[in-house]
């Protein structure tokens, strides 16, 4: 009996072993960089991984939360040969892990990782959008010669964030 119950509890997490997987296994890579003429590249390589509604409309629970962010939290890859600065954070030049989470109020960040150390940069996020079936990334330039702008999609939701890069910003020429 003893023997009959410690198999069946095998058989059932092998199962759900099985069936289980990392959605970042099967999605997508996606790679988009910005050259900026006299700094340099800024690169964002991630996983575009594939919009699942019922988990984004259970994403609040606090289980869900906490399997979303942690498998959200390493999605791709932030390289900048330039000193940029997003939603008012520093954020050096360098390569880092990239990831975004997120709380029960739909606070978006974006996590910037290097060293063992997370860099969190507050997201303007919006739920309103038309559902986008995959994330993506854009980097688009704004109105001012040193402002771009970044933005996440997935879903029904958009999350932005006003990126600076000093180097561009208006100055005098001797």
């Given at each position: 009996m003893?023997?009959?119950?410690?198999?069946?509890?095998?058989?059932?997490?092998?199962?759900?072993?099985?069936?289980?997987h990392?959605?970042?296994t099967v999605?997508?890579?996606?790679?988009?960089?910005?050259?900026?003429?006299?700094?340099?590249?800024?690169?964002?390589?991630?996983?575009?991984?594939?919009?699942?509604?019922?988990?984004?409309?259970?994403?609040?629970?606090?289980?869900?939360?906490?399997?979303?962010?942690?498998?959200?939290k390493?999605?791709?890859?932030?390289?900048s040969d330039?000193?940029?600065?997003?939603?008012?954070?520093?954020?050096p030049?360098?390569?880092?892990s990239?990831?975004v989470?997120?709380?029960?109020?739909?606070?978006?960040?974006?996590?910037?990782?290097?060293?063992?150390?997370?860099i969190?940069?507050?997201?303007?996020?919006a739920l309103?959008?038309?559902?986008?079936?995959?994330?993506?990334?854009?980097?688009?330039?704004d109105?001012?010669?040193?402002?771009?702008?970044i933005?996440?999609?997935?879903?029904?939701?958009?999350?932005?964030?006003?990126?600076?890069?000093?180097?561009?910003?208006?100055?005098?020429h001797?």
């Open positions: 003893k023997r009959s119950v410690l198999l069946l509890a095998f058989v059932l997490i092998a199962v759900q072993a099985i069936f289980a990392d959605p970042r999605a997508k890579n996606i790679s988009h960089t910005l050259s900026v003429e006299g700094a340099g590249k800024l690169t964002l390589s991630y996983k575009s991984l594939h919009f699942n509604e019922q988990g984004f409309n259970n994403r609040k629970t606090e289980r869900a939360m906490k399997a979303f962010n942690g498998l959200w390493s999605i791709g890859k932030f390289d330039f000193d940029v600065v997003i939603a008012g954070v520093q954020v030049k360098g390569s880092y990239m990831g989470n997120f709380d029960a109020n739909d606070n978006y960040k974006l996590i910037l990782g290097s060293g063992g150390k997370d969190a940069i507050p997201l303007k996020a309103d959008g038309p559902v986008v079936n995959y994330l993506s990334f854009d980097v688009r330039p109105n001012e010669t040193d402002t771009f702008t933005e996440a999609r997935y879903g029904p939701m958009r999350a932005s964030a006003e990126t600076k890069v000093p180097s561009l910003a208006p100055h005098e001797k």
